[in-house]
């Protein structure tokens, strides 16, 4: 409804029938995190309006992690979005069950009271006088109340010296970050300071405004922090984290439970408080990106255009992207079934000059969920391109690759091994539909 609204208005003002009234829209978001609050379970996603479909918007996905470098965390994440946990992801993330952790690691809690239980508990163990610094409001009283509900910062921001607290905004000038955290080392009624990364740094006010080109609208002016030993899952959205302990038991909004585990940098960093009943996703979302558009990442070292692009199915599109391993992938799973094209000679090649570097790259493989070469010649065709190597030698080396790392396929033909991987990939989508339609994946419209 937010986004018909806005067309009509477009359309209006513009005095223009077209989409948005001929404005180009550029939109971005990612409808496997958390939705909008919605107290009724039904919620109003973007894709499903009319003016959705009518501007036939095109679908970019974007696949490079920038939070997460740990290829078997991300792939642990990616199937986690989906509300799919293969054996080896579950296995990885009950590893970071935390029975007993460090105290002072951040706490996210999927509830309010659970956050100002632990804070409050954490800020009176520290023998010390507390100072409370009351924010500035100015402007529209419903503003405030807006900025007031939606910022990370307190109006009302109680600390004490020791007390451990995180950055809520950026600053180039003060050399801290969104989501870094501290210690506070010296407290005044106008100065924060506060000791981070082996460093001081004093905090100066910071200033919101409800919308920086109304210069009438509201502001709220504060110190750019907050206790930093519990956050809301919700409010944690958005923000970076070194380590965290993290409790999802409770988790009932779709997408709440990966936003939490996705806040951290590393596997180490990830301390579970204990195993989950189920993972809460969005039946619509998930849909949204297995089927609104079926896009193949073909990775920027395959020739363009790529060979097999005749043989796509019917509503299939190709993507340039740079993928870590193998030649194409789906979008919306990338670390899900990743299949490496091979022509006769090239795997010839492979078991030949080439296969020290082949073979690091099958090794790399085992973070995928699913590895495939596919090649478009027969294995007669391989014998012949591979000159000077006997065939049982071949055969021996395809045997072992086979058992060791990943099923190796011979099509026969360019069509048949592009029918083949495209099966392939058609099967992981309805496998992750089926998976989440499980006990284990609780889904909500």
């Known amino acids: 409804r937010t986004l018909d609204f806005l ?16 404005i180009q829209i550029i939109a971005t978001g990612d409808y496997l995190q ?8 039904n919620y109003d996603w973007a894709f499903q309006s009319r003016a959705w479909k009518e501007a036939a918007l095109k679908v970019v996905h974007l696949t490079e992690v920038k939070r997460q470098d740990d290829r078997e965390f991300v792939r642990a994440l990616s199937e986690f979005r989906l509300g799919v946990l293969g054996t080896a992801s579950a296995k990885l993330l009950r590893s970071r069950i935390a029975r007993f952790p460090d105290a002072n690691l951040t706490r996210l809690f999927c ?21 409370v610094f009351e924010a500035e409001l100015t402007g529209p009283e419903s503003q405030q109340q807006f900025l007031e509900k939606n910022l990370l910062t307190p109006r009302e921001l109680v600390l004490k010296p020791t007390a451990h607290v995180m950055f809520t905004v950026n600053s180039s000038e003060g050399g801290y970050v969104n989501g870094q955290t ?4 010296d407290l005044g009624s106008r100065r924060v300071l506060v000791e981070s990364n082996g460093r001081l740094i004093q905090v100066e006010p910071f200033t919101w405004q409800f919308d920086s080109k109304d210069r009438h609208s509201a502001t709220f002016t504060q110190f750019p922090l907050r206790l930093s030993s519990a956050v809301t899952i919700h409010k944690a959205q958005g923000i970076t984290l070194d380590s965290a302990h993290i409790d999802v038991r409770a988790a009932r909004e779709p997408g709440q439970a990966y936003v939490a585990l996705s806040r951290v940098r590393t596997l180490s960093g990830l301390h579970l408080k204990d195993w989950f009943s189920g993972i809460y996703v969005s039946r619509a979302a998930v ?18 255009p790529h060979p097999w692009e005749q043989f796509l199915p019917e509503g299939w599109t ?34 030949g000059s080439s296969r020290e570097r082949f073979e690091r790259e099958l090794k790399r493989s085992r973070y995928c969920g699913r590895f495939i070469v596919v090649c478009e010649g027969s294995l007669s065709d391989v014998y012949s391109a591979s000159r000077g190597l006997n065939q049982n030698a071949i055969a021996g080396t395809i045997a072992a690759w086979t058992t060791r790392y990943c099923p190796i396929v011979f099509a026969g033909t360019v069509a048949a091994a592009a029918d083949f991987a ?22 909500k419209k």
Not at 7 to 22: E, I, Q, T, V, Y
Not at 111 to 131: C, F, H, K, M, S
Not at 422 to 442: G, N
């Open 34 to 41: 958390l939705p909008p609050v919605n107290k009724t379970g």
């Open 318 to 351: 190709f993507e340039s992207g740079t993928l870590e391993t193998g030649d194409m992938a789906l979008a919306c799973l990338p670390d899900g079934v990743v299949v490496e094209r091979k022509t006769a000679s090239d795997l010839a090649g492979c078991i």
């Open 111 to 131: 509830r309010n009271t659970q956050v100002d239980r632990w804070n409050a508990y954490r800020l009176g163990e520290i023998e010390a006088e507390p100072t």
């Open 287 to 304: 849909d949204f990106y297995l089927h609104s558009k079926m896009t193949v990442i073909i990775d920027t070292r395959e020739p363009s």
């Open 7 to 22: 067309d009509f208005m477009c359309r209006k003002l513009r005095r223009n029938d077209a989409p948005f009234g001929g």
């Open 182 to 185: 501290g210690v506070v080392a």
């Open 422 to 443: 495209f099966r392939a990939l058609r099967v992981q989508v309805r496998d992750i539909e089926r998976a989440s339609q499980t006990i284990f994946s609780k889904t």
